[in-house]
């Protein structure tokens, strides 16, 4: 019997730009206990995008896939292959129809930031970069944390076009499961710091980035089913 063949798309696969992170292996592994599905599931996605319509796939072109996996996505890398891959791109047309998508397997988390206007109980949900709760040089890695994603995908919004998918793996859901067998218990990290001098989270009411996306102070961007 022959493979199905997708639907004809409406993008082609060389109008398809991902960033793919997916990481089992984190540094601190006290905190954040090794996974054993996260890579294997950002290994898949990068397939099913490169994979051509007979096998099912998007066949997007290698070139417009980032791949990071375990040691290469530490904090800075994620948010400079963001910035680098998909928002600065110039092969991405501005203002165009091009897929952008944003796919994450591997640790979520629920973290303290006292006077965050984005949430009613003074946290915030993040995603775990690998060298999170190290201090490489002295300086603390913190989560990347939700109110820095939406001005990332705002931003993206404005400058490439709407048609973004995001995908978040995560095995916390909004910082409240037990982690594999080992039942790990949440942990909270310090207080986070604004990371980028744009960061939303000293606003007196909910920023406009946040509004556009259909996040309200009440709602948890990290919870379960994934958000997409």
């Known amino acids: 019997m022959s493979k199905p063949v997708a639907d004809d798309p409406a993008i082609t696969g060389k109008d398809v730009f991902a960033l793919i992170i997916g990481i089992d292996k984190y540094e601190n592994k006290t905190d954040l206990p090794t996974l054993e ?21 998007l066949g997007a072109t290698e070139s417009n896939i980032v791949l990071l996996k375990d040691g290469k996505a530490t904090r800075q890398g994620i948010l400079d292959a963001f910035k680098t891959h998909l928002l600065n ?14 796919f994450f397997a591997g640790h979520g988390t629920r973290v303290s930031a006292p006077g965050n206007l984005m949430s009613v109980d003074s946290k915030v ?29 705002q931003r993206l919004s404005e400058k490439k076009g709407r048609n973004i998918t ?60 994934p958000a997409t």
């Open 37 to 57: 599905g996260a890579v294997n599931d950002a290994n898949e996605f990068h397939k099913f995008l490169v994979d051509s319509r007979q096998e099912c796939g």
């Open 89 to 102: 791109n110039h092969r991405i047309p501005d203002n165009g129809d091009a897929a952008m998508i944003l």
């Open 125 to 153: 949900e993040g995603i775990c970069p690998v060298d999170e709760r190290t201090s490489p040089g002295g300086k603390y890695v913190h989560t990347i944390p939700d109110y820095v994603l939406v001005h990332l995908l």
């Open 166 to 225: 995001v995908i978040f793996d995560s095995c916390h859901s909004a910082g409240m499961a037990a982690i594999s067998a080992g039942h790990a218990t949440p942990i909270l990290t310090p207080s986070i710091s604004p990371p980028i001098s744009t960061a939303t989270s000293s606003r007196r009411k909910v920023p406009i980035q946040a509004r556009a996306w259909g996040i309200r102070p009440q709602r948890h961007m990290f919870g379960s089913p």
